[in-house]
């Protein structure tokens, strides 16, 4: 048997309909989480990349709570899980009225109705209307197992906070049909939210025009900004708007903390005993340099940098691919290799340059070997290995074996020599 009773004030009833509100914008449904000194409503999209927990201090919030699990003790919980269009019907906008008019409420009564001698299970809410009338609501709920999404915020180094009020002027702004809000920091002390949609298009047909909207806003005007310069941080606006649109109704400043891309971001937010979290996942890009403390070893594009590692005879470079000995025998004229030739001079390259210069030799050494000039080479079996019945066969002088006496395998290569004479030379063999 669960027991839970709690009684609201009139502007608390109207804060659980403002939430209310803000987590029907992400999810149908809405789960419940009480324990013995707090209240929480959680909501996870169908997307399941954004999650929301709106969470009630049992002392701060309520005018008195009462929460008793069936079973867990101190640490035990009672859950379950709503429709939230069924809650807000109940939970209307106009519970508090300070001029005291007829629509307005002097107390809120809730309690679970989960005991042994009931047929039904109900979730019992009671409006207590200021001319004594008494509205009572009994909503089915489902009993769910509700589960939390973690986030270390000992892991997200950037962060800022800004007054909710001043980041809603800043949305009302954002085009309507635009999808994807893109947060980032860069070197002249600003910071900038921009929404924008990606063009769509369908062969010809165009079914999504680009639109674009950016804010650029100076870091001064945050309560805290820590972030890094170059780092592009990307959510979802309609998350976004939700969410400000709700602190705002709070009056108090919104947190975020965040790492880097593709990883979760954090919005917090809170006020006389309220405290809302929405973690969201996230898209972006970031700036190697900046965003990376020790990047991974690279090839480099400075021309520099690139003209010293192709010099260096370091073991862990990779060599050039080694030429078949019929292509070499027939470019490589004998005593050549015995003869080294003085590289060239070369002028310093520019370093503003976007391209990389390389000297003859480096040239000569890297590129890939290109056949595509030479006509095609007829290649001879120097094996003496054949028998007279057997009809003549073509080799690669390069990759034939000396044969052993007994005719059984290669024993040893040979370097070949080189064709005598093209293909288009020889006559009456096809």
Same mark, same amino acid.
């Given at each position: 048997?669960?027991?839970?009773?709690?009684?609201?004030?009139?502007?608390?009833?109207?804060? #659980?309909?403002?939430?209310?509100?803000?987590? /029907?914008? =992400?999810?149908?449904?809405?789960?419940?989480? *009480?324990?013995?000194?707090? +209240?929480?409503?959680?909501?996870?999209?169908?997307?399941?990349?954004?999650?929301?927990?709106?969470?009630?201090?049992?002392?701060?919030?309520?005018?008195?709570?009462?929460? #008793?699990?069936?079973?867990?003790?101190?640490? /035990?919980? =009672?859950?379950?899980?709503?429709?939230?269009? *069924?809650?807000?019907?109940? +939970?209307k906008g106009r519970l508090y009225d300070p001029s005291g008019r007829a629509g307005a409420i002097s107390r809120c009564e809730v309690s679970v109705q989960d005991r042994a001698e009931e047929t039904?299970?109900?979730?019992?809410?009671?409006?207590?209307?200021?001319?004594?009338v008494i509205k009572t609501y009994k909503l089915t709920y489902e009993a769910v197992d509700v589960m939390h999404a973690l986030f270390d915020r000992n892991a997200a180094n950037n962060r800022w906070s800004m007054q909710s009020g001043t980041i809603k002027e800043y949305i009302e702004h954002f085009g309507t049909r635009t999808e994807m809000l893109d947060i980032f920091a860069g070197d002249d002390r600003r910071a900038v939210f921009k929404s924008y949609t990606e063009k769509i298009s369908n062969g010809r047909e165009v079914l999504k025009?680009?639109?674009?909207?950016?804010?650029?806003v100076n870091t001064s005007d945050f309560d805290d900004f820590n972030?890094?310069?170059?780092?592009?941080?990307?959510?979802?606006?309609?998350?976004?708007?939700?969410?400000?649109?709700?602190a705002d109704t709070l009056k108090t400043s919104l947190k975020a903390y965040y790492s880097l891309p593709t990883r979760p971001l954090q919005f917090s937010y809170g006020a006389d005993g309220l405290l809302c979290e929405f973690t969201l996942m996230t898209s972006g890009d970031y700036n190697s340099a900046t965003a990376i403390p020790t990047p991974a070893p690279q090839l480099s594009s400075r021309?520099?940098?690139?003209?010293?590692?192709?010099?260096?005879?370091?073991?862990?470079?990779?060599?050039?691919?080694?030429?078949?000995?019929?292509?070499?025998?027939?470019?490589?004229?004998?005593?050549?290799?015995?003869?080294?030739?003085?590289?060239?001079?070369?002028?310093?390259?520019?370093?503003?340059?976007?391209?990389?210069?390389?000297?003859d030799d480096e040239e000569a050494r890297w590129e890939p070997a290109d056949y595509s000039n030479e006509e095609e080479m007829l290649g001879w079996d120097a094996s003496a290995n054949q028998d007279?019945?057997?009809f003549p066969t073509f080799r690669d002088t390069g990759?034939?074996?000396?044969?052993?006496?007994?005719?059984?395998?290669?024993?040893?290569?040979?370097?070949?020599?080189?064709?005598?004479?093209?293909?288009?030379?020889v006559q009456g063999l096809w």
């Open positions: 048997m669960v027991v839970l009773n709690f009684t609201l004030t009139p502007e608390a009833a109207s804060k #659980v309909h403002d939430l209310l509100i803000c987590l /029907g914008k =992400f999810s149908d449904t809405v789960a419940i989480e *009480a324990r013995h000194d707090k +209240f929480t409503f959680t909501a996870l999209n169908s997307s399941k990349s954004t999650y929301a927990a709106l969470t009630l201090d049992g002392k701060a919030f309520f005018t008195n709570y009462e929460c #008793v699990p069936s079973h867990g003790g101190s640490d /035990g919980r =009672f859950t379950c899980s709503m429709y939230t269009k *069924a809650l807000l019907s109940v +939970f039904q299970c109900r979730f019992i809410i009671k409006m207590v209307c200021n001319q004594g025009h680009p639109l674009v909207t950016a804010i650029a972030v890094q310069p170059g780092l592009h941080i990307i959510i979802s606006v309609k998350d976004f708007k939700a969410i400000v649109i709700h021309p520099n940098s690139r003209a010293q590692s192709a010099r260096t005879n370091d073991s862990r470079s990779m060599p050039p691919p080694t030429e078949p000995a019929s292509r070499r025998s027939s470019r490589i004229q004998p005593g050549s290799a015995n003869k080294a030739a003085s590289p060239k001079p070369q002028p310093d390259p520019d370093p503003e340059s976007l391209f990389v210069g390389q000297d007279a019945g057997n990759s034939f074996s000396k044969v052993d006496d007994a005719g059984t395998g290669p024993d040893e290569k040979m370097e070949g020599i080189a064709a005598s004479q093209t293909v288009s030379q």
